[in-house]
């Protein structure tokens, strides 16, 4: 069992930077392939990122691609999500989630641990 804690979330400009966090702890980190998904007031929750075991292969969301940066430190037991050029349509809830299955997962439901989550606001 994994437990995993967001941090970083905060309320930024549009065209601001944010740098998330999620520190994971209870068992080997590097078991586990990490996504990040968000959910946007009044919208279901949907996938943004996701990161292999190694952190040797990454995908994203159409949406974010070419602005969201996910990476991960095994040695601190922590992945990121680099988040430029923010967009009021990126404002949601982030949540950090674990996954055991092999391969990189895009479906919510395949992720067995999850975050608290850390609220982005994009405005001016």
């Known amino acids: 069992q994994v437990q995993l804690v967001e941090s970083g979330g905060g309320l930024v400009q549009p065209g601001g930077s944010l740098r998330l966090s999620c520190v994971a702890s209870?068992?080997?980190?590097?078991?586990?392939?990490m996504g990040w998904f968000r959910r946007a007031p009044g919208k279901e929750r949907e996938f943004v990122s996701a990161?292999?075991?190694?952190?040797?292969?990454?995908d994203y969301a159409d949406s974010v691609k070419g602005r969201f940066t996910i990476s991960r430190d095994i040695a601190k037991n922590t992945v990121y999500l680099q988040m430029n050029s923010l967009e009021p349509e990126d404002t949601a809830v982030y949540y950090c989630?674990?996954?055991?299955?092999?391969?990189?997962?895009?479906?919510?439901?395949?992720?067995?641990?999850w975050g608290q989550g850390t609220r982005v606001t994009v405005s001016s």
């Open positions: 209870g068992h080997t980190f590097s078991s586990y392939n």
């Open positions: 990161i292999s075991r190694s952190g040797g292969v990454t």
């Open positions: 989630a674990a996954s055991l299955f092999p391969g990189l997962k895009y479906d919510a439901g395949t992720y067995g641990y």
